[in-house]
C-alpha cells in the first residue's frame, strides 16, 4: 500500500512540475512576442500568405 501512495506522489509532483514549466515558458515566449511586435506580425503574415499561395 505505501508503494502505490508514494507512486501516486511522485506522479502528481512531476505533473506539477511539468505544468509549472509550460506555464513559465508561455509567459517567457509571451513576453519575447510582446517586446517585439514587429517581427511577430511579420511571422504571421507569412504564414497567412503561405496557406494562400498553397490553396
Known sequence: ???TSQ???F?????GIAAALSFLI???L???GHSD???N???T???VATVINQS
Open 37 to 39: 511586435p514587429r517581427t
Open 1 to 3: 500500500m505505501r508503494n
Open 11 to 15: 506522479i502528481g509532483v512531476s505533473l
Open 41 to 43: 506580425i511579420d511571422k
Open 45 to 47: 503574415q507569412g504564414e
Open 30 to 32: 509571451g513576453f519575447k
Open 7 to 9: 507512486l501516486s506522489q
Open 26 to 28: 508561455g509567459l517567457y
